[in-house]
């Protein structure tokens, strides 16, 4: 059974550009959600999704969006890039999270230069 | 508001040694509570998942504990090797709202 696949797994970008994350979820989960992962924050929320469905958004600003697909596939995109974006972007796939055990991706390392 | 701490926030043992990482969360709502390890620039690999109807989870050389009405948990390690060097870091999933709030972690160093 494959895991949880992100991708690309390393980008650079620069200031005021725009990127889109991807990630696949385990066959069979309905619900995907994205963390932001860096040195000084640790692991923060940013939303979550389930059956195409925006559940739940963390305290980021508007530049951070996502969406769900009909396969459960999601993306996430960030507009504007700035340097504190740099991080390590994880997604996470669980049948419902209220309910089931969470598995990750290995993430996708963004770089803002 | 759900907040999740983890103490030591950095451990060095010489293998071999039986060890204890602790997490409290100030809000007993939650659905479960989950452990996960984390080696460098890698993702989240999940170790155990306790609901919040258990107590405790073993899974092999790891057993986590789950006090939901004092708002903590702990994950003893067994016999420690190398090869348990990681972050360890610890989560829960708020009863309402489905978040999942995740503690900055323990990096646990394991001496040869």
């Known amino acids: 059974k494959a895991g949880v696949t992100q991708t690309p797994r390393y980008l650079i970008k620069t200031r005021g550009q725009q990127v889109t994350l991807s990630c696949s979820p385990i066959s069979g989960h309905r619900s995907v959600s994205w963390y932001q992962q860096t040195p000084g924050q640790g692991l923060q929320f940013l939303f979550e999704y389930f059956s195409e469905t925006q559940r739940n958004k963390g305290n980021f600003p508007g530049r951070f969006s996502g969406r769900q697909f009909s396969n459960s596939r999601s993306e996430m995109n960030v507009s504007t890039l700035e340097l504190g974006d740099s991080a390590l972007y994880l997604c996470a796939s669980s049948g419902d999270p209220a309910n089931t055990e969470a598995f990750f991706g290995q993430g996708t390392r963004l770089t803002v230069v | 508001k759900q907040e999740v701490t983890q103490i030591p926030a950095a451990l060095s043992v010489p293998e071999g040694e039986n060890l204890v990482l602790n997490c409290s969360f100030t809000d007993s709502a939650i659905y479960n509570l989950q452990w996960f390890r984390q080696d460098p620039g890698k993702g989240l690999t999940s170790l155990l998942l306790i609901q919040s109807s258990q107590r405790e989870q073993t899974s092999g050389r790891l057993n986590a504990s789950l006090d939901k009405s004092s708002g903590r948990s702990t994950l003893y390690i067994a016999a420690s090797q190398p090869g348990d060097s990681a972050t360890y870091l610890c989560?829960?999933?708020?009863?309402?709202?489905?978040?999942?709030?995740f503690g900055k972690g323990t990096r646990l160093h394991i001496l040869p």
């Open positions: 989560a829960v999933i708020e009863a309402f709202g489905d978040k999942i709030i």
